[in-house]
């Protein structure tokens, strides 16, 4: 990326939106290197631009639902 660069500048030339429109319909959450940070934030030499995507199942009920699969199968009660 050219020097001033910008989040959604990279965000645009990587293409990801043409590829995945569902993300593209929604504004997605977006960070460097795990940090959320806005769109305009100019970018830094080596800096990991990351989409964050909406949670499709809430953590701790799959955690749940797994534990209940693993006790089924050992025959536990």
């Known amino acids: 990326m050219p020097a001033g660069a910008t989040v959604a500048d990279a965000i645009r ?3 990801v939106l043409d590829r995945r429109p569902e ?9 460097i290197w ?6 305009t934030q100019r ?3 080596g800096d990991r631009v ?7 199942v809430d953590p701790k009920e799959a955690r749940r ?8 199968r050992s025959g536990r009660r």
């Open 13 to 15: 030339a990587s293409g």
């Open 23 to 31: 993300t593209a319909a929604v504004a997605p959450d977006v960070g």
């Open 34 to 39: 795990g940090r959320a940070c806005a769109l």
């Open 43 to 45: 970018l830094e030499d």
């Open 50 to 56: 990351e989409l964050y995507r909406p949670l499709t």
């Open 65 to 72: 639902v797994r534990a209940e699969v693993r006790r089924r």
